[in-house]
């Protein structure tokens, strides 16, 4: 029977949602940057304007004049962020959820295909990282975490995985109670990519396709993971 998966969580813990698309680019960057310019402010897109530092906080002086990136373009959605032979979406402050987050990718991703500025894509990733605060989340998982010295107290441990899943990567960061001030944290980092065939990846659906999978298999390994009592704990929401 196929694992029934929520749709969300509430509060939600993600932190940061990451989506690359790498490619093999077939003109100069600077000349590109100018073309996604005209692309995305003609669809609502502004220039990212990050926020101004406190100079008397920052120590610096205020003759120092701090530029904006022009490689990185928002909406009350997305920040896209531009680099040579890369495209990188993230939320632009809370996950507005995959329907609505992966629709405006798409829309960028058809306007970038139809204007010929990405092609030969040779990769597709996403990572989604989620903060659990004042829990230990080795805890909490169905996987097994044994240390042998049982008098001491174990904090700030990482651990790493990775295994192939059909034609897909599968990368498990976990990093387990984490101390800050007062209080500690954990997070579950899920990082799924797939190596395309620049040849069979030529349209915005074959690329769709790809991250609606691999965001498929974030949630399978995310949720899976988890006991079935964390997991109640944390509100979940099914369909």
């Known amino acids: 029977m196929k694992q029934k998966l929520p749709i969300k969580i509430s509060p939600e813990r993600l932190k940061d949602t990451i989506v690359e698309i790498r490619y093999q680019p077939n003109i100069p ?41 022009k490689n990185i373009f928002s909406n009350n959605v997305l920040h896209v962020h531009l680099e040579n032979e890369r495209v990188v979406f993230n939320s632009n402050g809370e996950y507005s959820g995959w329907n609505v987050f992966s629709s405006h990718i798409e829309n960028c ?11 030969n894509i040779n990769r597709v990733g996403l990572r989604f990282i989620s903060e659990f605060e004042n829990v230990q989340i080795f805890d909490q998982l169905k996987w097994q975490f044994d240390f042998p010295w049982e008098e001491c107290t174990t904090v700030n441990t990482s651990f790493r995985t990775e295994w192939v899943d059909e034609t897909d990567i599968v990368t498990v960061n976990l990093l387990n109670n984490v101390q800050r001030d007062t209080s500690s944290f954990s997070l579950m980092d899920v990082d799924i990519r797939h190596e395309a065939d620049s040849n069979s990846v030529t349209h915005t659906d074959a690329i769709m396709n790809m991250l609606n999978r691999l965001h498929s298999k974030e949630k399978l390994v995310f949720f899976g993971l988890m006991k079935d009592e964390f997991l109640q704990s944390l509100n979940p929401t099914y369909e």
């Open 29 to 69: 960057f600077e000349y590109r940057l100018g073309f996604f310019y005209k692309i995305l402010t003609q669809n609502q897109f502004k220039v990212f304007t990050p926020h101004t530092p406190n100079f008397s906080e920052a120590g610096s002086s205020p003759f120092i004049r701090f530029e904006s990136p």
């Open 109 to 119: 991703l058809q306007s970038f295909l139809s204007e010929g500025l990405i092609m």
